[in-house]
C-alpha cells in the first residue's frame, strides 16, 4: 500500500467515505444524512478549492445551508404530513395507517408540473450566471461542465430537502456527468465516489418508489 499516496489524500478519502454513508442514508430516508452532510461540505470546500472547481466549491456552502433546512423540514415536516389511510380495509393500507401514525416528519411525494418548470427555470438562470462567472472571472478549465453539475445540484438537493421523488433523477445525470469531470482533472478517490454515486441512484429510485404517496406538493 502507498502510504503516502494516501497521506496526500487523505481528506479527500475521507469526503468520498462519508459521501457514501450520505447516499445510503438518503435512500434509506435516514434523518442522520443531514449531519453527514454538514461533515462532507466542510471536507469537500477544501477538495474542490485545491482542485480549482470553484463552482463546485462555492455549492459546498449552499449544502451546508441546506442541510440544516433539510434536517428541520424532515423532522418537523414544514406542513406536508402523510395522508391518512386510517379507514383503509386493505391489510397493506392499514399497515400503511400505522405507520403513518408514527410519521412527523415529510412523505416522499412527486413533483407538481408547476414547480417543475419553476425548478427549470431556476436552473438555467444559475447555469447561465456560473457560466458567465467562470469563463470570465476565473481560471476554471472547465467551466461550462462545472456550471452544469453545479445549477443542477442545488436544484435537486433541494429536491431532496423536501422530499420530492424525482430528484433522484437529477442525481443520475450529475453523478454521470461529474465522472468524466473528475477524471479529466485526476481526482481518482472522488471519481469511485462518483460511479458509486451513480450506481446508488438508481437504488434510490426504486426504494423511494415503494414510499411514494398519491398526493403531490
Known amino acids: 500500500m502507498n502510504f503516502d499516496w494516501l497521506s496526500n489524500n487523505f481528506i479527500e478519502i475521507f469526503g468520498a467515505i462519508t459521501g457514501i454513508l450520505y447516499v445510503i442514508l438518503e435512500i434509506r430516508q435516514n434523518i442522520l444524512l443531514w449531519p453527514i452532510g454538514?461533515?462532507?461540505?466542510?471536507?469537500?470546500?477544501?477538495?474542490?478549492?485545491?482542485?480549482?472547481?470553484?463552482?463546485?466549491?462555492?455549492?459546498?456552502?449552499?449544502?451546508?445551508?441546506?442541510?440544516?433546512?433539510?434536517?428541520?423540514?424532515?423532522?418537523?415536516?414544514?406542513?406536508?404530513?402523510?395522508?391518512?389511510y386510517a379507514k383503509a380495509t386493505d391489510g397493506k393500507a392499514g399497515q400503511r395507517a400505522e405507520e403513518e401514525k408514527r410519521t412527523k416528519g415529510l412523505s416522499v411525494t412527486r413533483v407538481k408540473?408547476?414547480?417543475?418548470?419553476?425548478?427549470?427555470?431556476?436552473?438555467?438562470?444559475?447555469?447561465?450566471?456560473?457560466?458567465?462567472?467562470?469563463?470570465?472571472?476565473?481560471?476554471?478549465?472547465?467551466?461550462?461542465?462545472?456550471?452544469?453539475?453545479?445549477?443542477?445540484?442545488?436544484?435537486?438537493?433541494?429536491?431532496?430537502?423536501?422530499?420530492?421523488?424525482?430528484?433522484?433523477?437529477?442525481?443520475?445525470?450529475?453523478?454521470?456527468?461529474?465522472?468524466?469531470?473528475?477524471v479529466i482533472k485526476g481526482l481518482y478517490p472522488t471519481v469511485i465516489l462518483y460511479i458509486v454515486y451513480c450506481a446508488m441512484s438508481f437504488a434510490g429510485l426504486i426504494a423511494w418508489k415503494r414510499s411514494l404517496y398519491p398526493k403531490t406538493m
Open 113 to 182: 408540473l408547476k414547480t417543475a418548470l419553476v425548478l427549470a427555470l431556476v436552473f438555467l438562470a444559475l447555469f447561465f450566471v456560473m457560466w458567465f462567472v467562470l469563463d470570465r472571472f476565473t481560471d476554471s478549465p472547465v467551466p461550462v461542465g462545472d456550471s452544469f453539475i453545479t445549477s443542477l445540484s442545488i436544484v435537486a438537493t433541494w429536491m431532496l430537502a423536501r422530499k420530492i421523488y424525482e430528484h433522484w433523477f437529477l442525481w443520475i445525470v450529475v453523478n454521470a456527468f461529474s465522472v468524466v469531470l473528475f
Open 38 to 84: 454538514v461533515i462532507t461540505s466542510a471536507v469537500y470546500i477544501w477538495v474542490f478549492f485545491t482542485g480549482k472547481f470553484y463552482a463546485d466549491m462555492s455549492l459546498q456552502g449552499y449544502y451546508l445551508v441546506i442541510s440544516f433546512m433539510g434536517w428541520y423540514w424532515w423532522l418537523k415536516g414544514a406542513g406536508r404530513r402523510a395522508p391518512s
